[in-house]
């Protein structure tokens, strides 16, 4: 069974930085691309970042660039977004998702805040 | 980047009854575009790739159809799980992106 599993989230204030992981089991992860999806309260989806399955390409969406980092490690199983610069419009819940552009198998997510 | 537009913003509908969803693109996508359900408190799920394709496990009642810039979401015969926000999302060009949803609730 496909199970991904985010964690990292909370309540941080502007300026701040969050690192997310998602741990991904029951697949082949290194054969996969995946990307962060966000969505704010309320509100629709929106694509924040894919990554190849050698992590050798990227893509951010413009309004997280230079601030947002993705990564993966194969050898863990794991998909990260480093979050610096956090601004208010970054709150939203963060999906990790199976796919690099119609991911077909999705995690809860996990809820990031960012307030004073 | 490309925008989406779905229609209608809210289709209120009875179980038993057929749902069209319509998804428009600014601009071309060929035919990647996709469909997603999502209920509350839920993380979406893909029904539909590539426009047409049924994701694994999708019931037969959903189809989509189009190609180009104009797309269809359609649920056969809704039942009673049926009831959510639809998204559609092209992933032609990046950035990839989402319509604002159309939700189907109950008449």
């Known amino acids: 069974e496909v199970q991904l599993l985010e964690s990292g989230g909370g309540l941080v204030q502007p300026g701040g930085s969050l690192r997310l992981s998602c741990a991904a089991s029951g697949f082949t992860f290194s054969s996969n691309w995946m990307s962060w999806v966000r969505q704010a309260p309320g509100k629709g989806l929106e694509w924040v970042a894919n990554i190849k399955q050698d992590g050798s390409d990227k893509n951010y969406v413009d309004s997280v660039k230079g601030r947002f980092t993705i990564s993966r490690d194969n050898a863990k199983n794991s998909l990260y977004l480093q979050m610096n610069s956090l601004r208010a419009e970054d709150t939203a819940m963060y999906y990790c998702?199976?796919?690099?552009?119609?991911?077909?198998?999705w995690g809860q997510g996990t809820l990031v805040t960012v307030s004073s | 980047d490309i925008v989406l537009t779905q229609s209608p913003a809210t289709l209120s509908l009875s179980p038993g009854d057929r749902a069209t969803l319509s998804c428009r693109a600014s601009?071309?996508?060929?035919?990647?575009l996709a469909w997603y359900q999502q209920k509350p408190g839920q993380a979406p799920r893909l029904l539909i790739y590539d426009a047409s394709n049924r994701a694994t496990g999708i019931p037969a009642r959903f189809s989509g159809s189009g190609s180009g810039t104009d797309f269809t979401l359609t649920i056969s015969s809704l039942e009673p799980e049926d009831f959510a926000v639809y998204y559609c999302?092209?992933?032609?060009?990046?950035?990839?992106?989402f319509g604002p949803g159309t939700t189907v609730d109950i008449k």
């Open positions: 999302q092209q992933c032609s060009i990046w950035p990839y992106t």
């Open positions: 998702a199976r796919g690099g552009s119609r991911p077909d198998y």
């Open positions: 601009q071309r996508v060929r035919s990647y």
